[in-house]
């Protein structure tokens, strides 16, 4: 089995990102270098100076400077792509510069929906092109779907107000979605790159599989609130995005219809791998249902 000492992290701000990082630390037994974009490190000048004393390496640099990144690559054995899914191009350029410094594995993190559930996506979307580029690039490879990161969907994402008690589901709320904690996704990234299961495979793990609806009524139980709940028909939601496609706005309306659709974030569709990684025990929904209403009731 390969072993892996040292982790480059791209697209480490963001939520995804920042939770492997985290885990990354708290292991303590890896090292860790993240690369920032020249024009964020402003907005994130107190994380990146947290992460230096902990011991991470920084590397500001855009994508684009080729010969930079390799040689911050150097004594790099694995490449972790937490970068939005929607940047391709970006992905490529990272993946070129694995190639070239010569690491052992790439990740890509962000992995919202399996090869089946793209059946109906268009030929160029991004996931199949990164997809199939980690796959011929020589690399090890491992992709990890923990399906939707919990504390990022089960709120305005999906329509939920929990503070006040509203729902606005998109469809009938009766699609199973895989939900698992940052954190959680975390630890599973770190169980993976030790464990021998995980060179050149697909590995699913999650901490709960529910429908918003079970969430819904899992948040009024803690709560002790009945949730006034609205249901949107999937067609008028997809004919509002064809009206404006281009607008941010749109975006958790897309997230919805995809979910309803059950199109991302797998749901039932794969056994878990969860008992390969028996040193992560994850939350489930009603865990992290206790934290919010906790947190609200301060």
Request: zero cysteines.
């Amino acid at each position: 089995m390969t072993i892996f000492r040292h982790i480059f992290v791209a697209g480490a701000t963001g939520l995804l990102g920042d939770n492997i990082v985290e885990a990354l630390l708290n292991d303590g037994k890896f090292g860790v270098t993240v690369l920032l974009r020249p024009q964020s490190i402003t907005e994130h000048v107190p994380r990146a100076e947290s992460w230096e004393a902990r011991g991470v390496k920084i590397v500001i640099s855009e994508l684009s400077n080729q010969e930079r990144l390799v040689k911050s690559m150097q004594g790099v054995d694995v490449v972790i792509d937490a970068i939005s899914q929607s940047a391709t191009k970006e992905h490529l350029k990272l993946l070129q510069v694995a190639i070239t410094a010569g690491v052992k594995r790439f990740i890509p993190a962000d992995l919202g929906a399996t090869e089946e559930q793209e059946k109906n996506w268009a030929e160029n979307h991004e996931i199949k092109i990164m997809r199939e580029a980690v796959m011929n690039s020589g690399l090890e490879y491992t992709f990890l779907y923990s399906g939707a990161i919990m504390e990022g969907v089960l709120g305005p994402l999906t329509g939920i107000d929990i503070t006040n008690g509203r729902a606005w589901l998109v469809g009938d709320g009766n699609a199973r979605v895989a939900l698992t904690r940052g954190r959680d996704i975390g630890k599973y990234f770190i169980s993976s790159l030790r464990s021998p299961l995980s060179k050149n495979a697909k590995l699913y793990v999650a901490g709960d599989i529910k429908t918003l609806n079970e969430v819904i009524k899992i948040f009024e139980e803690v709560s002790g609130k009945k949730f006034d709940t609205q249901y949107r028909d999937i067609d008028d939601v997809e004919a509002q995005i064809a009206a404006s496609p281009y607008l941010w706005t749109n975006v958790p309306d897309q997230i919805s219809v995809r979910i309803a659709k059950e199109e991302i974030f797998f749901g039932d569709a794969h056994p878990l791998n969860n008992k390969d990684f028996p040193a992560v025990q994850p939350s489930k929904v009603i865990d992290f249902a206790k934290e919010v209403f906790a947190q609200i009731s301060k």
